[in-house]
């Protein structure tokens, strides 16, 4: 929200109160609380019809130093809150020292200072460097009336030059957040708006620290575009409370928010597979499906999950949780049927209940709606006719949804897709009395919390698994999120792909999209390209609108590529959950911005149209029919995963790719663990694994094999020496089982200590890994 008419005036209507004279400074040992006059007051009349603003400094964890703004603190609290399960209970992490007029809040390698005798400036500092990150100067702290009454309490945080940033939630406009103005307001608006489903109110900075802004209702940005040296933000409130969060790498950043807020769980390793669904509007039945499912295992595609999207149900009653008897007369026997050919199911729900469904009157009657200040249960026919929404702010409503639910785990479901839970209105009464304004964005927690604790207690912990539209800080806990609304084109598999990077860098670390895009029918290049991306993503769901996503509706090419990129990912899957697993216990996505990875290669700071997948491993998706693509490889020898073919980075490489390839490069020195299971995501990864050891430098690395729980099963010690031997020791289950090491198109297999060593052992006539394809 912009406040400003330039750099002199306000706009009309407009004031603003800034912080500026400090009038003193209260301390415990591990905070401080300065008062700050809005103008300078050099005698006792000043001190007078003159408001003050309280600026709080604290530190809730190590590395993270809050400050809460407040002008009047009269106002009543009602929540909801975001829960910050990392705070330390009592005073808090940090330490206070002063030094004449400077008092210092030091939390880990992060401070922040005061200087009583000098105009406002809140400056925060990296300790191990004494480098200035950014403070809040003498306009950063304040609070601002505008036309309407309304009072915002606004914050702005310095930018240095040639600073980034970036997060936000998921979000599809430019990557780099510089020059935008932002909104924290769920929407949906689909992927090719300014509108979001995921609003996450945390930024990453390039220059190592973060600023999560802990206010679940509207968050307004305005970054560098309003003042251009300044990211400010605001809400309709009398206090704004933000964390400044240290570095000073960016992985080291999201380590520290995700302790905060909350660690991704760990996704069970089936849901890793291919996921196919029913898609939307088409028309379907079991025959139907089990066409689909047939068709697939008759054409060498591995599939691992089945969904049933919204028509599972009536028309008109949604959410009522019972199937349409006459599509699916037979449940029960379907779901066995189709989970005796080895499959998982997810079925579409939504937390929305439409007046025809026979839940309306019993949730009524109950008090399970959301109802409007008068009292009538707020409704209307957007999406359902007569629909309302589900109060999850009732205990009892929070319990009676999940009991809803469950039947359906009872019958054979495993998963659901939580879709929705965006537009949520704001003239209503919630049950705990929260206000509407914060519980608009907050809603979508508790409604995926919910889902994900019912299939906790049921499937047990590490089986729960969703697949989430909608999402705010904290949301994280429950996996996965998929992109939402796109279009079936290059350009819309491009802002999917700028969305999930934004999303990554704002603490989730898991991410899927409808491959092929969502709405309209994909030209059978674009759906095949989208095939690769979507199948080196973290999680990989086939899924249209009005247009079905079996790959034989796309050409031959695309049956080819939907198996070799499946039967590739269950190869990668030692390496991918070993990844998924570093995610859930530091926060670090599976899908990686490149600059996470090189945070000191100022060109893969502005990369969004590639990623790592995992540390190693660097995928440039193609967007175009002819196969050019255009990619940047950072410094080092990479290594053509499909092909073995060497590239030097510190450069862009321009490359043409057949519909069965894309630039996916192994990082120098990195060491590969590959599955021999082509056939399930979750197989036995030891049982033939290969260490495939890319180009490097002489040294040491130890590589883990997680088991299905995340936990690791087999250690791998491996050396490079001068002369080029190679030599790997197994440990943990791994010292027991025949593995193979391959080294620079050679390979030796054994047991315990192996080594490959330079010109000797038997010549490997395939490139790093393959994948078989139909026919083969």
């Given amino acids: 929200m912009k406040f400003t008419d330039g750099f002199w005036l306000m706009r009309e209507g407009v004031t603003a109160s800034c912080a500026t004279d400090v009038r003193d400074v209260q301390t415990t040992a591990e905070t401080f609380t300065a008062h700050a006059a809005v103008k300078r007051v050099e005698r006792r009349g000043d001190t007078l019809n003159s408001p003050l603003i309280t600026v709080e400094c604290f530190s809730p964890a190590e590395g993270v130093i809050g400050v809460r703004a407040t002008h009047h603190a009269g106002r009543r609290d009602t929540g909801p809150h975001f829960a910050l399960p990392g705070a330390q209970p009592g005073p808090g992490a940090g330490k206070v020292t002063q030094d004449g007029t400077v008092t210092t809040l030091t939390s880990g390698p992060l401070s922040v200072r005061l200087d009583t005798a000098a105009p406002w400036d809140l400056a925060f500092t990296d300790e191990t460097t004494g480098t200035r990150l950014t403070a809040a100067e003498r306009k950063g702290t304040a609070f601002v009336t505008t036309p309407d009454g309304a009072h915002h309490m606004r914050a702005q945080l310095s930018l240095g030059v040639g600073e980034q940033i970036y997060g936000l939630g998921e979000r599809f406009t430019p990557f780099i957040r510089n020059g935008q103005s932002v909104d924290i307001w769920q929407e949906d608006g689909g992927t090719s708006s300014e509108q979001a489903y995921k609003n996450v109110p945390f930024h990453l900075s390039s220059r190592g620290y973060g600023v999560f802004v802990n206010h679940p209702g509207k968050v307004s940005y305005e970054i560098g575009s309003e003042a251009v040296g300044q990211v400010q933000f605001s809400v309709e409130d009398q206090t704004l409370e933000y964390f400044v969060i240290a570095g000073p790498t960016p992985k080291d950043v999201l380590n520290r928010y995700t302790a905060l807020t909350g660690r991704p769980a760990l996704p069970p390793a089936w849901s890793f597979g291919l996921w196919l669904t029913t898609s939307f509007t088409t028309p379907y039945d079991e025959a139907t499906v089990t066409s689909f499912v047939d068709g697939m295992a008759e054409r060498?595609?591995?599939?691992?999950?089945?969904?049933?999207?919204?028509?599972?149900?009536?028309?008109?009653?949604?959410?009522?949780?019972?199937?349409?008897?006459?599509?699916?007369?037979?449940?029960?026997?379907?779901?066995?049927?189709?989970?005796?050919?080895?499959?998982?199911?997810?079925?579409?729900?939504?937390?929305?209940?439409?007046?025809?469904?026979?839940?309306?009157?019993?949730?009524?009657?109950?008090?399970?709606?959301?109802?409007?200040?008068?009292?009538?249960?707020?409704?209307?026919?957007?999406?359902?006719?007569?629909?309302?929404?589900?109060?999850?702010?009732?205990?009892?409503?929070?319990?009676?949804?999940?009991?809803?639910?469950?039947?359906?785990l009872d019958q054979g479901v495993d998963c659901f897709k939580t879709d929705f839970g965006e537009r949520i209105p704001t003239d209503v009464a919630w049950h705990d009395g929260s206000d509407p304004e914060r519980m608009h964005n907050y809603y979508t927690h508790l409604y995926n919390q919910c889902v994900f604790e019912l299939l906790e207690a049921e499937r047990g912990p590490g089986e729960a698994v969703l697949f989430a539209r909608s999402a705010t800080a904290g949301g994280q806990q429950f996996p996965v999120h998929w992109g939402g609304d796109c279009w079936s084109s290059f350009e819309a598999m491009s802002e999917s792909l700028r969305g999930g990077l934004s999303l990554s860098l704002s603490g989730f670390g898991f991410w899927s999209h409808d491959i092929g895009g969502f709405e309209g029918t994909p030209d059978p290049a674009v759906f095949t390209r989208w095939l690769a991306f979507g199948l080196l993503s973290s999680h990989s769901r086939l899924h249209g609108s009005s247009s079905y996503r079996v790959p034989w509706e796309f050409g031959d090419q695309a049956v080819e590529a939907a198996a070799r990129f499946t039967r590739l990912k269950h190869r990668l899957m030692p390496y991918l959950y070993g990844a998924a697993a570093q995610a859930r216990s530091t926060g670090i996505p599976l899908m990686r911005p490149m600059l996470l990875e090189f945070p000191d290669d100022p060109t893969a700071r502005t990369l969004d149209r590639q990623y790592m997948l995992g540390a190693d491993l660097l995928v440039a998706p193609v967007f175009t029919a002819d196969g050019d693509v255009e990619f940047y490889l950072p410094a080092g020898t990479w290594t053509h995963l499909l092909t073995g073919e060497h590239a030097e980075g510190g450069r862009w490489h321009r490359e043409r790719h057949g519909f069965d390839s894309l630039p996916l490069y192994v990082r120098e020195n990195a060491v590969l663990p590959l599955g021999a299971d082509e056939e399930r995501p979750d197989g036995d990864w030891l049982t033939g694994l290969t260490l495939f050891v890319a180009p490097g430098t002489p040294g040491e690395r130890t590589v883990t094999v997680p088991d299905h729980t995340g936990a690791t099963a087999a250690t791998y010690h491996v050396v490079r020496h001068s002369d080029g031997t190679v030599r790997a020791l197994a440990g943990g289950q791994g010292a027991r089982q025949p593995f193979r090491l391959s080294v620079a198109g050679r390979h030796t297999e054994g047991t315990g200590e192996i080594e490959v060593t330079h010109g000797h052992g038997a010549p490997a006539c395939a490139p790093p890994v393959t994948a078989r394809t139909p026919g083969q």
């Fill in 300 to 408: 060498g595609i591995p599939l691992s999950v089945f969904h049933f999207d919204c028509f599972w149900m009536r028309e008109y009653q949604w959410s009522d949780f019972a199937w349409d008897p006459q599509t699916f007369p037979d449940p029960e026997g379907m779901l066995t049927r189709l989970k005796d050919k080895g499959l998982k199911i997810s079925v579409w729900i939504n937390p929305y209940i439409a007046q025809k469904s026979a839940l309306f009157a019993e949730a009524r009657e109950q008090g399970y709606l959301v109802r409007r200040p008068n009292g009538d249960i707020w409704q209307w026919d957007l999406w359902q006719a007569g629909m309302a929404l589900v109060d999850f702010t009732n205990p009892d409503a929070y319990t009676w949804f999940q009991s809803k639910l469950k039947p359906l």
